[in-house]
């Protein structure tokens, strides 16, 4: 809970990363005249005061003027074009950076302003629109430990966190939760139309499927146990469950999931340099 001006909390990029951010901080108590977005669309504007009460702009630098953190939400194709003319501002001002934009790194964006501010760069993902996201967070070296905080606060509005190292760990995080939610729909898909060619109708398979997936999750989240342990523990010699996963393995789902994330994971990094040469 902010206790001064300085707490203040600009994000840059109103659409709808930043609007389930600034959900879950009022939601968690943050008051809404801490939170103020610069966002280019008089309509988003319009729905982001009314829907949640903070004061929006047009102009970036008077959003960001005073503000303790500034998180940049825009999509990556125009972060430099934003964060370029801030640079005075950003230089003299010396806000906390909380960078949600994927596939761009702080020494790019930090070259673009030409000062060297406290960075954390984040990695969240699509689940973070109902508050059930988990974010990847690294922070560089001017970043000090109520930055940290700050920064994770932020982020807890809307799910789990989890901090790296190093940077080039925002890359392995993007290829497993970024892009993960897309893979557990990929199963889920998959699922429910084996479902539906034994008979189920769309709507109880889809039902059997979602809530299966809930439960191996919330099962899983409060266990200690490994996910291979508790797989074990479903998995009676000679029954059905042991039948699914023989067939699964035979057909190659281990290097079908582990490739996955690999291809993922090189990509996220293969972008950052394309993004970072512009
Ligand atoms: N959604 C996700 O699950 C997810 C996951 C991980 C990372 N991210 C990252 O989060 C960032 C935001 O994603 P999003 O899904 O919230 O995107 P989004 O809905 O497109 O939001 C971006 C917002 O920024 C606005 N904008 C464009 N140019 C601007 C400028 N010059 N100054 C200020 N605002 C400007 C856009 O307005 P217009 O639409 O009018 O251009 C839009 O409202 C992206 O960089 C994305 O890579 C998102």
Not at 44 to 64: M, P, Q
Request: glycine share 12%; hydrophobic share 45%; charged share 20%.
């Amino acid at each position: 809970m902010p206790d001064s001006p300085d707490k203040t909390i600009a994000f840059i990029g109103g659409g709808n990363m930043a609007a389930s951010i600034i959900g879950g901080l009022l939601a968690s108590g943050w008051p809404a005249n801490a939170i103020r977005v610069a966002d280019p669309s008089a309509e988003r504007r319009a729905f982001l005061e009314s829907e949640h009460g903070i004061t929006c702009f047009t102009d970036n630098g008077e959003c960001i003027s005073d503000a303790g953190s500034v998180v940049l939400a825009v999509k990556p194709q125009v972060l430099r074009d934003v964060v370029a003319p801030l640079s005075g501002q950003l230089g003299e001002q010396q806000p906390l950076l909380i960078s949600i934009v994927a596939g761009i790194r702080s020494a790019d964006v930090l070259g673009w302003i030409g000062a060297e501010l406290p960075y954390v760069r984040v990695m969240p993902n699509t689940p973070a629109l109902v508050n059930r996201g988990v974010s990847g967070l690294w922070a560089n070296e001017h970043t000090g430990e109520e930055q940290r905080a700050r920064a994770e606060e932020t982020m807890r509005a809307v799910g789990a966190v989890v901090w790296v190292d190093d940077e080039a760990g925002i890359d392995a995080v993007t290829g497993v939760s970024g892009s993960g939610p897309a893979y557990f729909f990929k199963v889920m898909e998959l699922m429910i139309d084996a479902a539906e060619s034994h008979g189920l109708a769309p709507g109880a398979a889809r039902t059997l499927v979602v809530e299966t997936a809930l439960g191996a999750a919330t099962l899983m989240g409060a266990s200690e146990l490994s996910p291979a342990e508790l797989r074990r523990q479903v998995t009676s010699p000679g029954g059905t469950t042991e039948a699914g996963m023989r067939q699964m393995e035979a057909a190659g789902i281990d290097a079908a999931v582990r490739g996955g994330v690999d291809a993922a994971v090189r990509r996220s990094t293969q972008l950052s340099d394309e993004f970072g040469g512009r």
